[in-house]
């Protein structure tokens, strides 16, 4: 029965994370520009929030989703900001400076599990796809049975960092035909994607709230 239902949260974290926005841009750039783990760890941020995302849709913890709804614009332009100036970044690093202070100083993987939460945590619409995924596969958490509440939640963390794990390394097969040349573009190119997702994505969301 547990396995059953680490399966169900497996499959509902690989579902979510597979499409890439501009977090899984961030962490295709970090895995060519440093390592495989610095991307992986990045990827284990976002699955950290998500994984807190889904314990508040699956309790449906009332009193907290009426309240992003009250302030879901505000959510929005903060989340929305964030990750354009994160394009600005990215769109203005130099790949030789990069290269040179990582060599002198080593890669800072805490630092990069740790951004990559804060970059996603402030993006509460999360939890309204885990709603609706929980509502139509007919899944309650129930305080009272925490152990089975558990082995979802963590079947949803895990299914994420199963995704990045594989993204990351199916992206670093390639990282080697990456010159200097090539990382400059790839950032350049890196920031413009995540422009251009964080515009159409807030306008989106502005005319739907509009409409309401």
């Known amino acids: 029965m547990f396995f059953n239902l680490f399966l169900t949260g497996l499959f509902i974290g690989v579902a979510v994370s597979i499409p890439l926005g501009p977090i899984g841009v961030l962490i295709i750039q970090r895995t060519v520009n440093k390592d495989r783990t610095a991307g992986f760890l ?15 849709a699956g309790f449906s913890l009332t009193w907290l989703i009426d309240f992003i709804r009250q302030y879901q614009l505000t959510f929005q332009t903060l989340g929305a900001l964030i990750i354009f100036l994160l394009g600005v970044h990215i769109f203005l690093k130099n790949p030789v400076k990069d290269i040179r202070r990582l060599r002198r100083k080593g890669s800072s993987y805490l630092q990069d599990y740790v951004s990559t939460f804060l970059i996603t945590f402030p993006n509460p619409l999360v939890i309204f796809v ?8 007919g899944i309650v958490l129930n305080i009272d049975r925490p152990y089975q509440s558990f082995f979802i939640v963590f079947g949803v963390f895990s299914g994420a960092c199963l995704w990045w794990l594989f993204l990351t390394g199916l992206v670093s097969l390639f990282k080697h035909r990456f010159n200097l040349r090539l990382l400059w573009w790839f950032n350049k190119i890196a920031g413009v994607i995540i422009w251009i997702f964080v515009i159409v994505s807030y306008a989106y969301s502005l005319i739907n709230q509009l409409k309401i």
């Open 42 to 56: 990045s990827g284990m941020g976002a699955a950290t929030s998500d994984a807190i995302y889904a314990i508040v």
């Open 130 to 137: 885990f709603l609706a995924v929980f509502a139509s596969s």
